[in-house]
DNA sequence: GCGGTGGTTAAGGGAGCGCTAAGGCGGACG
DNA sequence: CGTCCGCCTTAGCGCTCCCTTAACCACCGC
């Protein structure tokens, strides 16, 4: 599934971690202190951290601070400390959840799921760009305008496609060049314009009246929402 | 800061968490029924939902299940089971964390703000830079100011997005000239000026009465926050 | 009062862009 | 194998917009 790396003192506690998170099908490597924990950390770049609180060198949330500085990995701290402060200071220096001691292999399961699905869901890039009432199927290649289909040429639609998956972002030709006609070489600007004129047309818009695609003067090219409705 | 609906049944705890979350500064709405509650998600679309597992009309756990069939929106859940089926139950049903009554208003608005400082992490960062009321969207090349959209042209863009990058600092004009105008040759320190003045009358200032912009006399000019209102 | 610095406006010219048209390339089909 | 058709590129024209230069004025320091 994951890789998991538990920063734990207590030999009792740590090995019963680790045997757990790995039935559950987990790739977990442990550390019994902070600074040898950061060193994992940052030489393995686990998926998340579980973190106990009371380590014998460092205080756990200054790992976690030293964490944060040079990662965004997520992390679930693991305390005893069973106390507001704790929990917040915790939470505010970055964690992702707090677990209190003693919990079931279980609820630590469940908490890993819970962290790692909502990271990956935010990773996860839609089959479908949805601008204002502009629809781009991205794996089936089709456009709809308002509900209603509209028809592209493959360059065009790689064009609109590129566009779309910056929305608000201004993107020059010679990005477009290189990213849309795989030319890092050279090519003409005035085929970027070509085409976006024949796009413009096709989505019902000119230049001088635009509504989704801004051309942006000596820059490149912009597509968002119309302002306005 | 952000828009949290809470659903809970209960007519004493509903207004102390409404009360509670208003006071740390967030948009709240709420509805003492599960099938309420869905209906104002789907309506009011808003960035957090507070959900009781304990409602009289529907389980919590289906109004998460129907929740998740519609929306991704991050899910805290408030329990009074403090049992690991209900929190694994939860968690695994698309619940983002799970809280056990009674907890703190501290408690639950550092739980708040570690899902929304994640969920907020995984998307797309629009490397915009704010002072005062000026918001310059540099991917986007756009300018707001008072939450009116600016329009620029590129050379004052680059001009405005180069002060923006150094709030507070003064930059000689022959630094703007080497680093805007791309000419660390030569150029007229006039240019730099009637750029400024452009500048100054689209933000809706003088150089009489500066607002943003102030120019220091013999060095060049500064982008700072007004002094007072 | 005088030089210098900065603020503002006006005007000219040039660069960038929109759009049309034509040519060429490749694939489909007979 | 030849023809047709769709798509992409290149070329060209006209236009708009914006940058620069110039000129004048106001202000500050000496």
């Known amino acids: 599934m994951a890789e998991v790396l538990i920063i ?21 490597t442990s550390a019994p202190s902070g600074m040898a924990g950061l060193q994992l950390a940052v030489d393995s770049s686990p998926d998340l951290v579980v973190l106990d609180l009371g380590l014998p060198d460092v205080d756990g949330t200054q790992v976690l601070s030293m964490l944060r500085a040079v990662s ?7 305390s005893a400390r069973d106390d507001d402060p704790s929990l917040v200071g915790a939470l505010d220096a970055g964690a ?9 292999s279980a609820q630590l399961d469940a ?4 962290v790692l699905r909502r990271v990956e869901s935010g990773r996860e890039r839609p ?9 781009v199927d991205l794996a ?18 790689d064009l609109l496609a590129h566009l779309a998956e910056r929305p608000g972002e201004v993107v020059t030709k010679r990005d477009l060049l290189v990213e849309v006609w795989r030319q890092p070489w050279g090519g003409s600007d005035k085929t970027v314009d070509v085409h976006l004129s024949w796009l413009r047309r096709k989505l019902g818009e000119t230049a001088a009246a635009p509504r989704y695609l801004t051309t942006v003067r000596g820059v490149g090219v912009r597509l968002a929402v119309p302002e306005d409705g």
Chains 1, 2 share one sequence.
């Open 96 to 104: 992702d959840d707090y677990v209190v001691k003693p919990f079931t």
């Open 8 to 28: 734990e003192d207590d030999d009792r506690i740590r090995p019963l971690l680790v045997k757990a998170l790995r039935e559950l099908g987990h790739t977990v």
């Open 111 to 114: 908490r890993v799921r819970a």
């Open 140 to 157: 089936g290649r089709r456009v709809h305008l308002d509900d209603r289909e509209v028809e592209l040429t493959p360059r065009e639609f």
């Open 72 to 78: 965004q990995v997520p992390v679930i701290i693991a």
């Open 127 to 135: 089959a479908t760009i949805t601008v204002g009432g502009l629809v």
